[in-house]
Every structure is written in C-alpha cells, then in structure tokens.
C-alpha cells in the first residue's frame, strides 16, 4: 500500500477535494489563508550527512514550498519535534528558525515530545490576497509548462556527487518565485519534491487536459553526463522546485529562475518527447 | 530535563511571548488568527484500552481544547499520520473527524507517513473578532477563578474507575465554552490537561499575580471519596476543562457549566486552602 492508495482511504472520509493541492485553502476576510503539515523522521527522511541544524532547516522547507507552491506568502510555522535526545533541540530550532527568516516569515509555537527516532512535524499558515492562490488545477491546453531552478540536485547528491550535497540538505523554498509566478498569471502549480514524473501525474489527477515536455530543454545538473542527470530530474526526490503552467502571453516572469520544458495538451496523457512518460518517482511505502 | 526546560530552549531562539499561550496568535485583517500543533504517540499518550477510533478523536481533540482555550473558533484541523500498520489509518481518520464535526470544523488536508510507532501530529487554526481572544496573561486580582466541568475524571479512569473511561479516552474540547467565556469578559484562560496544579503555576509564570482556591469548593468525580478524588483533580492529567478567571460582575456566564473555586489575589503564589500548593502534576520527562 503506497502513499497514493492510502490518499484514497483519506478522501472517502474528508472529502476529495481536501488532497488535491499541496495546502488545504480557506477564506478569511477578503484573503486566502492556506495551511500544511508535513511529517519527516530519521529513517526516510534525514540522510546520516545531515547535521541537527540542517535537519531543522529541511522540516521548516519542506512546509514552507508547500507554502509557495500555492503562490501564497507564508504567515507562520509551528514544529512538532518528537526528541531522541534533548540536546538536539536547541540546533534543530535554529535551523527551522532560520530557513523561515530567510522567507520572511518565523517560528511561532510547537511542541515538544520525547520519541524512540526523531520526528519532526512542521505545519504552516500562508495568505495571498483572494483569487491570487494557485492549485494544481487550473492548466489550460496551450499553456507553457514551467520549472524552476534546477531539478535533480538533490537526487544528485543522494547519487554521491557531492558537490549538490546543499541541495539536498538546505533546500531553498521557492516563496518569492511562487508570489511572482502568481501575479504573472500562472494557471495551476505544484512542488516537484516526489519529482518531475510524479508532479506532472499528479497534475493530470487535477486537470482535464495533458502535459508534453521535451527533455533537451530540461535544465540539468552541472558536471553531470546528460544521460544520468536526466533521470535525476525526471525521477529524483528532494528537489524544492515549483513546477507550473502559464499563457505564454504572461512570459517572461521577472525575477524568477525558470525554465519552460514543454506545453499543457488538450489529450489527457503526459508526454516525454511525444510518447507516454514512465510514472515513477520517489515514494514512500508501508507494510514492507 | 522536562518539557518546560525544554521550553526554555525554544523561548531562546524564536522568543518568549511564543511560548506563553495555548496558540500562537496573530492578526489578519480585523480577525485573530490563532494556531496550534499537538504530537502525540502510542507510548505516552493512547493507553492500551483506546481504539484507533479513540485515538483519532483524542489527537483532534488536544488540538481544539487549545483552540478553546483561547476563547476562539476551529476553522479547520491538519493531520499528519505516522502509521505503524496501514489499515488503522481509517479508523484513526473517522475518529478525527468525527471529534472536529462535534465542535462545527472538519478535518482540512495533512499528511501520511509510516513510523515504527503511530505517532499523530494534529494542528489546528482558529479565528476570533479583535480582542475576543483570550490569553493567559490578563488575570487581574479579584477575579474569580473558574474552572468548566469536573476536573480529574481523566485521572479517575487512569486509576482504575472504569466508569470515567470516555472522560479519558473521548474528551470533549470545550469549544462552546470558550467562546462564551470570552464572551462573558474573561480575563485569562487555559486548558488543564496537565491538572490543576500544573495550570495555576503556569498561569502565575504568565501573571504578576497570584490564585487562591479552596479545595471545598472544586468540583469532584462522583462516587470516589473525596480524599481519593480531590488529588485526582489536583494533580491528573488527561482532563480538557478550561481554567479561566472572570470578574465576578461578569457572572453568571449562560450555558456554561462551570464552578467557581477560589479568586485571584495580589501575591504572587498559588494557595490552597491558604496555604502553598505542591507543583506537581502530569509531565512528560526525557533522558530517562
């Protein structure tokens, strides 16, 4: 049973459109308020490289490009940490603490636990101004797919090359470049952090429509063959990138790092240079 | 070390005033906003005898007694599931959202995981009008001291009193009651699902006064001697009655069940009976 087959145990029970973006959305007084929780432990998610601070870093980024990825601009973080070992605290806050100052939002509040391995849960708040959040669904045929940054990196040092250990481990959440892509007009968005495949199979879930990208425009890891980046890229975890659509009348975005790989269809198939792209990724299992 | 040293190591890096209420607060746009994040594992926090049902709605219901415990309204509950086996996960989900449904929220988004051990993390935002948020600094001598329901029934349970078992294992978060006692003009308000004791120190560490209650006066699980139940409420853990202090010209609140058992005073100690009260109650510890 993966984590998609357990979604489905969850929607029949809170409703389907409550999975279908990377935060639940509320209104509140003429704003978007968007909220996400995400639960991170040693075993699947802390490679032994990382330091405690790192650590911390990671659990604040992972919530706050959820935070992004709806083009909002995060409000506040709250952090579980479930404790190993009671000096690790003081490392792990300052690394969430500063991931969050480096997007302009903090730490308000948590809770403090003892647990066997340590888990970190970190959940956010995130507001845009009404009708400025952006959802996976929303891709119009005849859109450009857009990514941002360089997908890969991170899979890239789980691969050994060492020199993208950063990306790995202090990944950056994309939060002015999602505020950005919002206001230029992007039409659906996600993180790719399960990869390029997974997100564009999770962005078919939400749409009516398809997605075809090419990969000779897909930007790759430095210093890497192309032959094995591009796997990294395609089916590589880790990665903090945002993946979008967008009019092309809307290009270019100012400010952002990006790159468009290809182009929303009206067919309802994801396309890798014109045939169907293998469905795999990173991805969580139970009952191993 | 315990929790509330632990505390002290937060307090340092992302501030104080995070630290001083049941939720973090902050404002948006002429409502407050509060939030909150609870972890909870089978270890330490589900006795043997709940079922995945129980423990869906007691990981829910932590979360909205916080909200209740500052006079403030559910919008909405995260969920981050780390499950040992995948088939509890339904269970679990029915419980939660069975327990928001009760207090008018629901269960909004969050996130699965496996874990060598179940471990639920539930955050949960609420809203209130502007200074309709009720904190547990504003306690003011002459107030009334107050306290919602019957205090130490949780603990009845734990101690074998298998009648109070639905106290321990479905606590009801005192979500209408919060709301009225803000209403009503309360003071300062928390929940007490530390005991008493633990409550009114934390409550004096958020004041410049002082709390004198009366033993008499503290209402107590029926059918235990009294003897045997006045330290259940004092010093159990597991209750989600609000511990709250009103002025006595606000009294009495409408559709509240509540007891009045004792005022505040200038001094700054906690007094039962007119004499010093023992700090003790429920608390987690580590490095054991």
């Known amino acids: ?14 409703g389907k459109d409550c999975c ?33 601070w790192q650590i911390g870093w990671m659990s604040a980024a992972v919530t706050l490009s959820d935070i992004a990825a709806m083009g909002a601009r995060p409000l506040m973080l709250l952090l579980a940490v479930g404790l190993d070992r009671s000096g690790r605290l003081h490392d792990i806050m300052k690394g969430a603490e500063a991931c969050c100052i480096s997007v302009g939002t903090h730490v308000a509040g948590g809770d ?14 995130g507001y845009a101004k009404k009708g400025r959040i952006v959802r996976r669904k929303g891709s119009r045929p005849g859109d450009c797919i857009g990514v941002t940054g360089v997908p890969g990196r991170a899979q890239a040092s789980l691969s ?6 950063r990306s790995l481990t202090e990944p950056k959440p994309r939060v002015p470049e999602g505020i950005a892509l919002s206001s230029a007009g992007a039409t659906s968005m996600m993180d790719v952090s399960d990869g390029l495949s997974f997100s564009l199979y999770d962005m078919i879930a939400a749409n ?12 790759l890891p430095h210093g890497i063959n192309p032959e094995l ?9 880790g990665d903090f990138e945002l993946l979008f659509t967008i009019p092309a009348g809307s290009l270019p975005v100012q400010g952002v790092a990006y790159t468009i790989i290809g182009e929303v269809i009206p067919e309802r198939e994801v396309l890798l240079d014109g045939i169907p792209m293998e469905k795999r990724g990173y991805e969580h299992t139970w009952d191993r």
């Open 112 to 125: 403090i636990d003892n647990h066997h391995e340590l888990t970190i849960v970190s959940s956010g708040i």
């Open 1 to 14: 049973l993966d984590e998609r087959a357990l979604l489905e145990v969850v929607k029949g029970i809170i």
């Open 160 to 165: 050994g090359y060492r020199e993208f250990d």
């Open 20 to 52: 279908l973006d990377d935060c639940a959305v509320f209104s509140c007084n003429g704003y978007e308020l968007v909220a996400t929780t995400d639960m991170l432990h040693t075993s699947t998610d802390f490679p032994a490289c990382m330091t405690d």
């Open 229 to 237: 980046a591009l796997p990294m890229a395609l089916y590589g975890g």
């Open 208 to 219: 009516s429509c398809g997605y075809s990208i090419q990969s000779s425009k897909i930007p």
